[in-house]
């Protein structure tokens, strides 16, 4: 539905090089990458607010590159909303059908029904900026799904958010999705990627660096930047457990234990924090220190005890292994 | 404290204000039928009219010109931007009279804008227009630094959101980045309109004659005396605080409710 062919662009100092990927009818494709790499400027293209330097955008097959923003039938919804702040909430909802021309009479019909399925018909009167956070991410969304758009573009939309109204948000969005909407979001949140999106889409420093089933990549990441990226909080010499090559596991996937047992690493608890109701130890195997997380049950370490270290061979992810 | 300390100082330069407002008032109104004599000379009344025509043209000018280009520099990052910026800023870094010379000598018969002009019948020596142009050369800066301001503050994403809602970037300029800085563009209209009727060096070098204001008053000052050109300086001040009054009351309405971000 959506082809990127070696797209490039330079923005001031910022660069996207050599960018390729493709997007289906309706998939949830998620965008991940820190901070900076270049995750807004692949929606602002798909979207039309740049045009690359090179490469070329196809949409449905079409060139993009006659075609302006306005006519592309693009819905985006940014992470601070971008509300109209000098309109009424029906205002901004009915905003791109004024410019489709639709009839006023429809216009408020239609207004009112998204409205209503999205649990604000009763803030049509009201200004933005008396919104909660949740309300004013409904109606951006409202005011995107008005035009009916073909894709819709998140721009981290959840961000702001507590953890309650985020969660009825992404299953908004997991309901849009169901629907038959082909769905790009950006974001740096694991937990959403993992619950959201059908493929994930890595990039840093400009470069699209892994694309795949969101499965795929959270199990075989294949930089070792982008597994600390998604959690892999341990990446050391697979020697150490009789692999060859960077091997990278996550710190809840390791066990210890107070007594000997085969195929164990002997090791020593350097330190043990508390993080809500995980504690996060940390333990030196002589050559690597190893992060990990356990729950309250999983008994007690004390800093500079002996402990036994136990990875699951099920556990470990080659760096870089298709 | 502190606070006591910021209303003992910022109470001097409003003290200043107020006691030479108070002096003129007083001076002139212990003499009132001389006033009204000089109040309802036809000249003066006139000459009043005149400078603020004059400045509403220059205004009217600016607010076509001078919104696009504060559209532009609010919205560019590029080293041209800057160095436009730069220039725009330049009427209010030199000495009026420099501003007149520099206008007398792009506007006189000869010079490069004026030569062409006068040939197809636009005379700016002793003109209406050279006043206007005039003005619009001082006040060009006070117009388009307050409106790219409020330009900036408008969010590009909201015109981006826009767009993709199927605004072209002409209608996104019309329904969303105009309304967000009708606050901006009446201040910088009213400042603007100010700065013009005030200004005397610029435009006596290429306008002496017909006379604005200023020129009057310094006319009077030097023909007939402190009494005379204090009478027709009042007579301003009671008609620019009504005009300018009623201005910033109607610009604080119109602005409020469109511009927070």
């Given at each position: 539905m959506i082809e990127f062919e070696d797209v490039s662009l330079s923005l001031g100092e910022f660069s996207l090089k050599n960018c390729s990927l493709s997007i289906e009818e309706g998939e949830f494709l998620v965008i991940m990458g820190?901070?900076?790499?270049?995750?807004?400027?692949?929606?602002?293209l798909i979207a039309g607010l740049h045009d690359p330097d090179t490469g070329v955008i196809r949409i449905n097959g079409a060139d993009m590159r006659k075609i302006p923003t306005e006519k592309r039938g693009i819905g985006i919804v940014y992470q601070d909303y971008a509300l109209f702040p000098h309109m009424s909430v029906e205002e901004n909802i009915s905003y791109g059908m004024k410019r489709k021309h639709t009839p006023r009479e429809e216009q408020k019909r239609r207004s009112l029904e998204l409205a209503d399925s999205f649990g604000i018909g009763h803030l049509l009167n009201r200004r933005p900026l008396t919104l909660s956070g949740g309300e004013a991410q409904r109606v951006a969304l409202c005011r995107a799904l008005a035009v009916k758009p073909s894709i819709l573009l998140l721009d981290e939309p959840y961000a702001a958010l507590d953890n309650e109204t985020r969660r009825d948000c992404v299953a908004d969005m997991k309901k849009l999705h169901k629907g038959g909407l082909t769905i790009v979001q950006v974001t740096h949140s694991l937990d959403e990627a993992k619950s959201l999106g059908t493929r994930i889409v890595l990039v840093r420093d400009g470069r699209v660096v892994q694309t795949g089933p969101s499965e795929e990549v959270f199990?075989?990441?294949?930089?070792?930047?982008?597994?600390?990226?998604?959690?892999?909080?341990?990446?050391?010499?697979g020697k150490e457990v009789g692999l060859d090559g960077r091997v990278c596991v996550r710190s809840e996937d390791i066990i210890l234990h107070t007594e000997a047992s085969e195929k164990c690493l002997l090791g020593t608890v350097l330190s043990v924090e508390t993080n809500g109701a995980l504690r996060i130890c940390h333990v030196d195997i002589g050559t690597v220190i190893l992060t990990v997380t356990m729950g309250k049950r999983d008994g007690d370490y004390l800093e500079g005890s002996k402990v036994w270290v136990d990875i699951p061979k099920n556990t470990i992810r080659m760096i870089g292994a298709e | 404290m502190f606070l006591f300390c910021c209303a003992l100082l910022g109470a001097l330069p409003v003290g200043l204000i107020l006691l030479a407002l108070l002096n003129i008032t007083l001076g002139q109104l212990s003499d009132p039928e001389f006033l009204w004599l000089v109040a309802t000379e036809s000249e003066v009344i006139s000459t009043i009219i005149l400078t603020f025509f004059a400045g509403l043209c220059a205004v009217v000018i600016l607010m076509i010109v001078g919104t696009p280009l504060a559209y532009l520099l609010a919205r560019s990052t590029t080293r041209t931007s800057k160095l436009i910026g730069t220039i725009i800023d330049l009427p209010v870094?030199?000495?009026?009279?420099?501003?007149?010379?520099?206008?007398?000598?792009?506007?006189?018969?000869?010079?490069?804008?004026?030569?062409?002009?006068?040939?197809?019948?636009?005379?700016?020596?002793?003109?209406?227009?050279?006043?206007?142009?005039?003005?619009?050369?001082?006040?060009?800066?006070?117009?388009?630094?307050?409106?790219?301001?409020?330009?900036?503050?408008?969010?590009?994403?909201?015109?981006?959101?826009?767009?993709?809602?199927?605004?072209?970037?002409?209608?996104?300029?019309?329904?969303?980045?105009?309304?967000?800085?009708?606050?901006?563009?009446?201040?910088?209209?009213?400042?603007?309109?100010?700065?013009?009727?005030s200004e005397f060096s610029a435009v006596i070098m290429i306008a002496y004659y017909p006379m604005v204001i200023s020129t009057l008053i310094y006319n009077r000052f030097m023909t007939g005396g402190l009494k005379e050109s204090s009478a027709v300086a009042f007579t301003m001040i009671v008609a620019c605080l009504l005009i300018f009054g009623a201005l910033r009351f109607i610009s604080g309405r119109i602005g409020g409710k469109y511009d927070r971000v």
């Open positions: 820190p901070s900076g790499a270049g995750k807004t400027i692949i929606l602002e199990m075989h990441p294949k930089e070792e930047v982008t597994a600390r990226f998604l959690g892999f909080e341990n990446i050391f010499n | 870094m030199l000495p009026h009279t420099i501003a007149g010379i520099l206008v007398y000598l792009l506007f006189m018969p000869n010079g490069w804008l004026g030569a062409p002009l006068s040939a197809v019948g636009i005379a700016f020596q002793d003109a209406f227009f050279g006043i206007v142009v005039a003005m619009l050369f001082v006040a060009t800066p006070f117009y388009v630094n307050t409106v790219q301001e409020g330009f900036v503050n408008v969010p590009v994403h909201l015109e981006n959101a826009a767009r993709t809602l199927g605004a072209s970037q002409f209608t996104v300029f019309r329904t969303i980045t105009l309304p967000m800085t009708l606050r901006h563009i009446s201040s910088g209209t009213v400042l603007a309109w100010g700065r013009s009727i």
